[in-house]
Structure formats: structure tokens, C-alpha cells
């Protein structure tokens, strides 16, 4: 990512209000008990840390990672004001480089980033039995554009995984879904 992104992504997190809930993503938030309550997580493009403290007090140990130290430091203290630091970790990562060097994890969450270069990775991270909960802006319903997933292409990209449920429409897009045990 350009620096200019980065700088781009710094001032975007430091205009926002504090005060955020942790939470499960909204396209996720019927799907909860899908969830493990116990075990590792990664949260790709975690943001001010929103989906990766709510894994941590739901139970498991989560990385998040993002583009944006002002995100990062957001996350941190967020983590920290709801009990869960020592279950978080976050570092600041460019993705452009891929995804950062680890062990297999329980739960992949990655909300509204989407890099189709990742996905083999994301796939390929995933312990047996693993959960990945992706959300991506989509043509489907929406306007075009080179951030847009095209109609269909998180259903043929993780293709290896059991879909747990799916939805394109309205500009969204977002799968749920499992590894082989």
C-alpha cells in the first residue's frame, strides 16, 4: 500500500468517534453460535478492533492486523478498556505484502477489505474445521469498481470451503464459511 493510503487510512480512523461496541459484524451477527468460543483467530483489516474484541470476550485468542497505526492504537485500547488485552494482539501490516507469517487460526474474520490475491492465503490459514467470515463491497447491487467483488467470485474462490451461508446484494457480499475437519 502506498503511503499516501496509509496517511489516507490514518486520518479516516482518527476522525471517528470513540465509544464503539465491540461486535460481530452485522452480516455475521445471525450466524453467532458458527462462532467457537475457544481457540485462535485472525482479524484481517481489523480496524479500531470491533470484531477482534468481540472474539477475544467471546473466548479466543485473536491477531488483528491493519494498515492504519491509528487503527492499531484504537484496537489496542479497546481491547484493554473491555478486559481482553493479554487475549489481543495487533500490529500494524501492509497486506499488500501478503498475509503476515503464523500458524493456522480457528477463525478468519475480514470485514470490507477485500485483496483477491489473499484469498488463497486466507484459505490456506485456516485450521481444520476452521471458520472464514469474509465481507467485501460487490457489483451485485451495487456501483462498479476495482474494489467490488464481481457476481460470485467468493463462492468460486473458496470453492474448497463448506459454505455455512452467503448473501451478494445491495452492494455487499459476504461468505461464511468452513475447512475440512
Known amino acids: ?65 491493519d494498515v492504519s497505526a491509528v487503527a492499531i492504537a484504537q484496537a489496542r485500547q479497546l481491547a484493554a478498556d473491555h478486559g481482553v488485552a493479554e487475549r489481543c494482539r495487533f500490529d500494524v501490516a501492509d497486506l499488500d505484502g501478503g498475509l503476515p507469517e503464523g500458524a493456522p487460526v480457528d477463525v478468519i474474520l475480514c470485514h470490507r477489505f477485500r485483496d483477491p490475491g489473499l484469498y488463497r492465503a486466507l484459505a490456506a490459514r485456516l485450521a481444520p474445521g476452521g471458520i472464514l467470515a469474509i465481507c467485501v463491497l460487490s457489483e451485485v447491487g451495487g456501483a462498479l469498481g476495482r474494489f467490488r467483488a464481481d457476481p460470485g467470485e467468493l463462492r468460486e474462490q473458496f470453492a474448497q470451503l463448506s459454505v455455512i451461508a452467503e448473501h451478494e446484494g445491495d452492494g455487499e457480499a459476504w ?7
Open 175 to 181: 461468505l461464511l464459511a468452513r475447512a475440512a475437519s
Open 1 to 65: 500500500m502506498s503511503e499516501q493510503d496509509r496517511i489516507r487510512w490514518d486520518a479516516a480512523y482518527a476522525d471517528r468517534e470513540s465509544g464503539a461496541v465491540p461486535a460481530l459484524p452485522q452480516a455475521f451477527a445471525g450466524y453467532v453460535d458458527e462462532f467457537p468460543v475457544a481457540g485462535t483467530a485472525l482479524d484481517v483489516a481489523c480496524g479500531p478492533g470491533l470484531g477482534s474484541v468481540w472474539l477475544a470476550r467471546r473466548g479466543l485468542r485473536v491477531w488483528g492486523v
